[in-house]
């Protein structure tokens, strides 16, 4: 079995950068009232991310989905999109505080799973701060194992894993082979695994043009 892939100088002292840049960001939204750092975040992003490239996506899939809409409207989904993201970043120094601002819908399938004490799997979308989930299921005391896309940025990965907080017996479990390696072992002692299905797979058969 080969080891983990040495990662090239170059790349290495730009991820290093761009993890300084996030852990000053992280410490700016760390010393601010979550209501300001959550504030701060989407105004930001709504403010910024609408002029990024990767914006043109978002403009092809509503385009794609909702014919309908006016350019207006399609724009004021994708600054509704970029500040929801601003706000996500800017909540993560506080999702240790967070429970007690959310309300939980269907919290009687969180008892349910935690009294049969067997495996269970919880499917949520990838929407508003999806990462209140797990803080919600940790104050009521079902340990979650998550999938989650790991981020490229190794020291960045570092960061998000210590903002998450699961601290209850969960974790997080990186998608891929050895990601699906662990899931076995969290259903072996009937542990409960959580999916926020949105994730991109390259893998499998390529659609054909044909009808």
Known sequence: MSGPRKIPFAKKC???AEAVLAHVIYGLFRILPIEWSSGLGGTLLRLIGPRMGISRVARRNLDLAFPEKTPSEKRKIISGMWENLGRVLGEYPHLRNMAGRAE????????????????????????????????????LGLPLHLIYRKPNNPYVDRLLQHARALDDGGRYIPKGAAGARAIRNVFRPNGVLALLVDQKLNDGMARSEEH
């Open 104 to 139: 939980v819908l269907g919290q009687e399938y969180f008892d349910a799973a935690r009294a049969s004490g067997k495996s269970a799997i919880f499917f949520g979308g990838h929407l508003a701060n999806w990462e209140i989930k797990a803080v919600c299921s940790q104050a």
């Open 14 to 16: 730009r991820y290093m």
